[in-house]
């Protein structure tokens, strides 16, 4: 008998090396075996314990220590005696209904056993791709329509095309893990989980452009993620899937993790290869293109976690299944990460289309608070609030668009209907001031300015005129902005003043929302 205890971030953050601890004193008696798994991303219900029998593997959640001798005497033929018994795992309604692609592997085993991931066919794609010529993979990436899951939603394919035509004695691959979105953690999870999704999917992208060395560039506040990776580095050098001459291809590729210090702004491209490079994160201004002047001065593909990881779905199952998920110009499947006030919280994978609202509806569960569901910002702390009236809106790229919001990066933050918008709006100004690199005027002065200036509107001066005033500041942030730090600011600040309620301190003759487009 197997019983499966998660060791990611969140789940050992709620309690599951005390969980794993306290059961692993009666493992004699059970002749049972701990196995230590990644999360599967339902962390409403994490530690979720599983105990796998001939009848397959079978939840509990949220396990905590003092229901531990409940469970142990549960086993193993009364299971549905306990409590917090939650039926066969792969039936557990919140997962059966999603569309697993990049984390169909995630909580089946030990993340940093390869003969494990081999048997659930990982390295599938990679022995595809050593039997391709650069140009085939690359057109089966382009085929695929893979656009980037980092925010920007750039097509991959074109990024790497223009890479691979562009000649040079270096190339670098470059994995932006520097995932700093508010309520996103995705790349973490998937790091945590299964680290060899992304080893493979950026061998297959040095396979593909010509590149024989990768970077990692993690964030430090991610140091389960940097010892699974580690380990998992080491893993598949010993196994042969990194190093000189992979799967007899003739192709050499190593990768190296570099750890960034808790910037934000470092996860916008160009100012991640600044950082990379040894010097301050500064944004850079394109032309030209990393793909073509990136890292050292050389081409460059800079992909997010989640991008390089849907790459080995592709390179697996064919471009044709990846395109047949989605709907226009969004192909695949959206992670969509659950957070803020929330009953649900945690990783959801689906195709992109559904609505927003049925995500609400199906998969956060209300608000954990109990209240009403006010505002949700989608896409990190640069996208817009959207009110109830946009909750029908199709998770698709330019859907959002057309409705003055963004997916970014997935990330979902739920608010209910005690938050205060204009204490949101101020916060999207202090952010951008706190985390500009502080190169371009617009950006580092305007954050200032318009915190100063909301903070006034909030105090009941002048209102009026201080809402012409911020709408000025937006447009010129919006577009003076070096990059899409300035540029996305005012997204947040005008839809909280549009589209909520708001009151002001002290006496207002009149409270018009006229400035704010």
Known sequence: MKIFIPKDTS??????????????????????????????????????VEVELASGRHAFGPVEVEDVPEFLACLPGRLEDHPKYLGLTAEIPWLASQERATFARAGLGDPVCIHTYRKLLGFSGLEKSATLAPQEIVTEILDSGLRGRGGAAFP???????????????????????????????????MEADPFQLIEGMVIAGAAVGATLGYIYLRSEYPLAYRQLSLALDVARREGYLGENILNSG???????????????????????????????????????????????KPTVVNN???????????????????????????????????????????????????????????????????????????????????????????????????????GHGGVVIFDDSADMLAQASFAMEFCAHESCGKCTPCRIGAVRGAEVIDKIRKGDRVNEHLILLEDLCETMEAGSLCAMGGLTPSPVRSAFKYFNFSVQGPVKSLSREGIS
Request: a negative charge.
């Open 251 to 297: 192709r050499d590729f190593e990768i190296e993790i570099r750890l960034g210090a808790g910037a934000y702004i470092c996860g916008e491209e160009t100012s991640l290869l600044s950082s990379l490079e040894g010097r301050r994160g500064l944004v850079r201004a394109k032309p030209p293109l990393p793909a073509k002047e990136g890292l050292f001065g």
């Open 305 to 407: 976690v989640l991008t390089l990881a849907a790459v080995t779905t592709i390179m697996s199952r064919g471009s044709e299944y990846y395109a047949s998920l989605g709907t226009g110009r969004s192909l695949g499947t959206l992670t969509v990460q659950l957070a803020g006030n929330v009953a649900r919280g945690g990783l959801v994978e689906i195709p992109f289309g559904i609505k927003l609202s049925d995500v609400l509806k199906d998969y956060a569960g209300g608000t954990f608070s109990g209240r009403s569901m006010y505002a949700i910002q989608v896409g990190g702390p640069l996208g817009a609030y959207l009110d109830s009236t946009r909750w029908d809106t199709p998770m698709e790229y330019e859907e959002f668009a057309k409705v003055g919001g963004m997916l």
């Open 156 to 190: 991959t394919g074109i990024k790497w095309q223009t890479v691979l035509d562009t000649p040079s004695d270096q190339k670098y691959i470059v994995c932006n893990a520097d995932e700093g979105d508010s309520g996103t953690f995705a790349d973490r999870l998937l």
């Open 11 to 48: 789940a050992v953050a709620l309690g599951a090396d005390d969980v794993a601890l306290a059961l692993s004193h009666n493992l004699e008696t059970l002749k049972a075996e701990i196995c230590r798994n990644g999360s599967r991303g339902a962390f409403w219900l994490e530690p979720l």
